[in-house]
């Protein structure tokens, strides 16, 4: 069963070397190793071959970055030469030939060279050929990187130059990157690179190139280390300037406050270092300088029209200025919660003072006739009348003015009697001008109707 196994492995290997397709007999699983000076290293090979039934032969050799080539050991199965001058130096790991180089230093960066020649005890004259080629190189741990600023004070935009290089004290085939207030920076029209990038070359300075610069620096074998912040800090401005204040209703460049307010204004504007500022009152005919600061103090009764005014900001080292107007007007408005619940509300103001006015009225109305006639009152004095005087035919009163003859008497009675109850009563009965005319008639018909007779007489 053994033997069979071993045969099937010699037809695949003689298969594999005549369709030119790679054995893979030997595997290893890196060709590209980054040294750390002064360290050990392992070119790790893997065999895949039984090695009882073989016979092998082969060597490591080490070609250097200049072009020369050093065989350091030759091996077989039974022996190992290793070359004299490496004799300390190099560690071969049989059976599987692995090489281990001890203490790295840069003699040893270049490319290694594994050359293996496998032959099958029972298949004589079948040699397969095992090539292999392992890069290495040898780097220095980075130190922590330092920048360098040119100039070390304070530049002015427009006008001058940066310079920021970075640098480590230890460290092979270093990278370098820059950040601007940790925000990575890329070559620009104003923005150069040295070669390796240690270098940083600003033209021609600009207000945004204020901030915190660090450098990064990192190799095969170190991480990427930060440098210590340095300040770049640029004189500039002043830009958008505007003026503002916390009273009076502004509109545009119109500020509206009321008669007799104090009013402060604010002029600001980006700029570094801080500006200088003048108030100045304009004229139909001048100019004049009222004030010099950033907040002026207006007093508006003394104000007797609409004036304007204008703030001027100077940058004294940039020697570059800029400046603004407004207008001031002294009027009464509405401010506050006032003006908010008159723009909140679509009711014009003289319809609300109206509808309140006819409310209190219509209150007030109401209010006396209870006082002075119960409603329930007239209505049982309607309700209690007699049924003949509520059927009584209408008559105006003046049909027959015989009728009207008689002998009057006009009857008090006692008791206390107002006059505001009296005329409830009497609204009583009259409940329209048909009531009254038929109280009229009531009263001269009552009259007996013989006096008639004693007068002619």
């Not at 620009?188 to 390796?196: E, K, L, P, V």
Request: glycine residues 4%; proline residues 4%.
């Amino acid at each position: 069963m053994e033997a069979t196994g071993r045969s099937a492995l010699y037809v695949c290997c003689v298969l594999l070397i005549l369709t030119e397709v790679s054995s893979e007999l030997i595997h290893i699983p890196s060709l590209v190793h980054h040294g750390i000076e002064g360290k050990s290293m392992l070119l790790s090979v893997e065999t895949r071959y039984p090695l009882e039934d073989v016979e092998i032969q082969g060597t490591w050799s080490h070609t250097r970055p200049s072009g020369t080539r050093t065989t350091l050991v030759a091996f077989t199965k039974e022996a190992t030469i290793i070359n004299m001058m490496y004799r300390n130096h190099l560690l071969f790991k049989e059976p599987n030939v692995s090489l281990i180089i001890r203490e790295l230093n840069h003699e040893d960066e270049g490319d290694y060279h594994l050359n293996l020649n496998i032959e099958f005890n029972n298949q004589t004259g079948l040699v397969i050929k095992e090539e292999r080629t392992v890069h290495v190189t040898v780097d220095v741990p980075v130190s922590n990187p330092v920048i360098q600023k040119s100039p070390s004070y304070a530049v002015v935009e427009d006008k001058a130059n940066a310079t920021l290089t970075c640098s480590v004290e230890r460290g092979t085939r270093v990278v370098f990157q820059w950040l601007r207030d940790n925000q990575t920076l890329g070559a620009s029209n104003r923005y150069h690179f040295t070669q390796d990038n240690s270098t940083l070359f600003i033209s021609t300075v600009r207000k945004e190139d204020k901030g915190t610069y660090h450098c990064v620096a990192s190799n095969a074998v170190s991480q990427g280390l930060h440098s210590r912040a340095v300040d770049l800090n640029v004189y500039y401005g002043p830009y958008n300037l505007e003026v503002n204040s916390d009273q009076g209703l502004r509109t545009g460049e119109v500020f509206t406050i009321n008669p007799g307010e104090l009013v402060f204004f604010e002029c600001q504007a980006d700029s570094n270092p801080p500006n200088s500022y003048v108030w100045i009152s304009k004229s139909r005919n001048a100019t004049q300088v009222i004030y010099e600061g950033p907040r002026l103090e207006v007093r508006s009764y003394k104000l007797a029209q609409a004036e304007e005014y204008l703030c001027r900001a100077f940058n004294n080292v940039t020697q570059k200025q800029d400046e603004t107007q407004f207008t001031l007007v002294v009027a009464k408005y509405l401010a506050g919660k006032e003006k908010h619940i008159q723009e909140g509300s679509n009711f014009p103001p003289f319809a609300a003072v109206v509808v309140s006015s006819l409310f209190i009225i219509s209150c007030m109305l109401l209010f006396f006739l209870k006082r002075t006639c119960s409603p329930k009152r007239v209505l049982m004095s309607i309700y209690n009348r007699p049924l003949s005087e509520q059927k009584r035919p209408h008559r105006s009163g003046h049909e027959d003015a015989t009728e009207d003859f008689g002998i009057y008497e006009f009857v008090s009675v006692p008791g206390k009697m107002e006059s505001a109850q009296a005329s409830c009563r009497s609204l009583a009965r009259l409940e329209s001008v048909q009531d009254m005319h038929t109280t009229i008639y009531d009263v001269i018909r009552h009259v007996p109707e013989t006096p008639s007779h004693s007068l002619l007489e």
